[in-house]
């Protein structure tokens, strides 16, 4: 029987959706965060359930080649990046892997993944950036904590998030701005926020704050300025609820726009605070591509796009379809949209605002129906509602993207059980230094 608190000698057989390594002590399953598969490591037992449990690093025995030393100082104690002890070779592969064991668990068969293509340098990706502030300080979560790990660079993001976002607290910190405490629901400051249109080098600062009050205000703004003076767009946004959900409803314009212009492409995409907007510009091209060759549009097709965000999918395919209808709950985001199509001079877009179980059940009623649909649904996937409307409308393809192989692989086996067959799936690597992975699934009616 595996004890809590004792140490072992572990052979790392597998590894985690996490990246976490897996040991089997005489049966017993334990995952081992920073463990490598193909390694022999001493681990002390921090947790023992009755089926599995988990254990503490605490020498490598025998290192695996797929091993690096991370860049980031603090890696491990930070909850941003968890892959970082692999090199960049051994994370493709531990995604595909990922990916390909997932489905296959749900459909009994291992699905073709093509390839999965990742990045020339895999860092410095991210165009958006949520900094939490507390205790006077500014970082980012520990892993499934809200313990502050305070870090002097990220890898991850963009250069200029990291350092406007470290002068920016500064200036608030030293214009009396105090820290909100969870506990108390008291302070004004709680999120820094950073976008970065990286093609249009525009950039906009969203500062969260409990309340509407900002003492200060016009000195803080003025700072910022002249710290900044190309700074597009200084946002604060309201957000004095209760609640682990970073932005609230509301948002004040302080300076300059109230949204960036950023170009996939050859579209510009107008993004406002509230709107999603995929985090890693260079690998969302190559995402639209690959969706844009598995749909193979002549320029007759009907198109729905679903959770469509601010359109650029409706968009990058306008112009080989005859008409795309793109659905958004986002009331701001769909306002982005039809503004998008508007600058890009696409007039076969339509946008409608709503849950897309409600939306997608009402075109289909109304007798709009579509040739092929794409799907890009948060990490909880797709209803069971918009589940069944696709497979009533039974469109010739479905090219269904994810950022969550779980719920994938859930969606997908409701999908292909009678509609659908699975054809193809391509991977592209957006989240460098991190197990999320993006799926793109080419599924054919049956």
């Known amino acids: 029987m595996v004890e809590k608190n004792q140490d072992y000698e572990v052979d790392i057989v597998d590894m985690g959706v996490e990246g976490e390594g897996i040991a089997k002590i005489d049966g017993y399953t334990t995952f081992v965060k920073g463990a490598i598969k193909g390694e022999k490591v001493k681990i002390k037992i921090i947790k023992a359930n009755k089926d599995f449990g988990y254990g503490k690093l605490l020498e490598i025995k025998e290192e695996s080649n797929a091993r690096e030393e991370p860049i980031c100082p603090v890696f491990g104690k930070c909850g941003g990046c968890n892959l970082q002890h692999l090199n960049y070779e051994a994370q493709?592969?531990?995604?595909?892997?990922?990916?390909?064991?997932?489905?296959?668990?749900?459909?009994?068969?291992e699905p073709l993944i093509s390839e999965i293509i990742g990045m020339g340098i895999p860092y410095n990706y991210r165009n958006k950036a949520q900094y939490p502030v507390g205790d006077g300080k500014i970082g980012f979560y520990?892993?499934?904590?809200?313990?502050?790990?305070?870090?002097?660079?990220?890898?991850?993001?963009?250069?200029?998030?990291?350092r406007l976002s470290k002068k920016v607290f500064k200036i608030l910190k030293d214009n009396g701005i105090t820290c909100y405490d969870e506990k108390t629901g008291k302070g004004t400051l709680r999120h820094i926020i950073t976008r970065v249109a990286v093609n249009t080098n525009q950039f906009m600062l969203i500062i969260v704050?409990?309340?509407?009050q900002l003492k200060n205000k016009e000195k803080i703004i003025n700072e910022i300025i002249q710290n900044y003076p190309t700074i597009t767009s200084i946002i604060q946004n309201i957000n004095d609820k209760n609640t682990n959900i970073i932005l609230g409803e509301k948002c004040i314009t302080l300076y300059g726009e109230d949204f960036i212009i950023d170009k996939l492409g050859d579209y510009k995409f107008k993004i406002s605070p509230l709107s999603f907007y995929q985090v890693n510009p260079v690998q969302t091209e190559v995402l639209y591509n690959i969706a844009k060759e598995f749909a193979g549009l002549t320029g007759q097709e009907t198109i729905f796009d679903l959770y469509c965000g601010?359109?650029?999918?409706?968009i990058f395919m306008a112009d080989k379809c005859k008409k795309t209808y793109g659905v958004e709950v986002v009331q701001q985001a769909i306002e982005n949209a039809k503004?998008?199509?508007?600058?890009?001079?696409?007039?076969?877009?339509?946008?409608?605002?709503?849950?897309?179980?409600?939306?997608?059940?009402?075109?289909?009623?109304?007798?709009?129906?579509?040739?092929?649909?794409?799907?890009d649904p948060p990490r909880k996937g797709c209803d069971d509602v918009t589940l069944k409307t696709i497979m009533e409308i039974k469109p010739e393809k479905l090219i269904y993207i994810s950022c969550n192989p779980a719920t994938l692989a859930r969606d997908l086996k409701i999908l292909t059980k009678d509609c659908f067959e699975l054809k193809e799936i391509k991977l592209?690597?957006?989240?460098?230094?991190?197990?999320?992975?993006?799926?793109?699934?080419?599924?054919?009616?049956?």
């Open 92 to 109: 493709l592969l531990h995604k595909v892997n990922t990916v390909s064991t997932t489905i296959k668990k749900q459909l009994g068969y």
């Open 142 to 162: 520990s892993d499934r904590t809200h313990h502050l790990v305070e870090n002097e660079t990220c890898y991850i993001q963009n250069t200029l998030s990291d």
């Open 209 to 212: 704050t409990n309340g509407k």
């Open 310 to 314: 601010i359109g650029t999918i409706s």
């Open 339 to 375: 503004e998008n199509a508007e600058m890009n001079e696409v007039r076969n877009a339509e946008f409608l605002v709503g849950e897309v179980e409600e939306i997608v059940p009402k075109l289909y009623k109304d007798g709009i129906t579509a040739d092929i649909i794409f799907v």
């Open 428 to 446: 592209v690597d957006m989240f460098c230094q991190t197990s999320h992975v993006e799926s793109v699934c080419l599924l054919c009616r049956k």
